[in-house]
């Protein structure tokens, strides 16, 4: 057990809909991320959150948003869902934001279905 | 350039014998760490092993070793007397002092471990 908790596990919607992605970190992590995982396109960084303070951007789409609150969970909502959204969602957390030697715990993943 | 490769997309292995997976990485900075993860078919992502730059020793975590080759840039995977539950994506990641928070991820190995 990573210690970093996802919730929904799977996610079944609408293309259209609006979902909320919810992670809490591991505690004593003040960084969060947020990757998503398609067949096509492996691990794809999408953005990254330091003390509830965006600190890094990958890929998002400006569809998708994110925040870390100050318990340090954090929530990505993804909007105006289309079929290309379809993946698995982690979240991963850090001890700090510029320590090269801590690791991603990663979370179990939200599986999302966009039909 | 692509900062993570992972040139094996598939490995079969017997039960029993060691394998290699290989990762070669891409940087500039004196500071850096080599991760790598282990991704089941269940879909989690398993921190498995670390190993910075300025280590002298290869890192070693049970029947996982981390072959690291700081000239060659190289830092390859050896998991020794493979089980059955070593089958999975494997993944090889890099995180750069300099780059603060960014971690690079490889496009992963699918390991199969035949009975």
Not at chain 2, 5 to 22: I, N, Y
Request: hydrophobic share 30%; charged share 15%.
């Amino acid at each position: 057990d990573s210690g970093v908790t996802q919730t929904p596990k799977h996610l079944i919607t609408a293309t259209g809909q609006r979902v909320t992605l919810r992670c809490s970190p591991r505690s004593g992590d003040l960084s969060v991320y947020w990757y998503q995982q398609s067949l096509d396109q492996g691990l794809q960084f999408l953005i990254q959150y330091y003390n509830g303070e965006e600190r890094a951007k990958g890929n998002i789409l400006e569809r998708f948003s994110a925040q870390q609150f100050p318990d340090l969970h954090s929530e990505l909502n993804l909007s105006s869902l289309e079929l290309g959204d379809s993946a698995l969602y982690f979240c991963a957390s850090s001890v700090g934001w510029s320590s090269y030697n801590s690791p991603l715990h990663f979370g179990n993943g939200t599986r999302l279905t966009v039909t | 350039a692509q900062k993570i490769t992972q040139t094996q997309p598939g490995m079969f292995v017997q039960e029993k014998e060691a394998v290699t997976l290989d990762c070669t990485y891409d940087t500039s900075d004196q500071s850096y760490g080599l991760f790598w993860y282990k991704q089941p078919s269940s879909g989690e992502m398993i921190f498995l092993i670390y190993q910075g730059s300025y280590d002298e020793q290869n890192a070693t975590e049970g029947r996982y070793s981390l072959n690291f080759q700081k000239a060659r840039k190289s830092a390859n995977l050896v998991i020794s007397a493979s089980q059955l539950g070593d089958s999975a994506m494997y993944f090889c990641a890099m995180r750069e002092k300099k780059a603060g928070n960014q971690f690079y991820f490889g496009t992963g190995t699918s390991l199969t471990v035949i009975p």
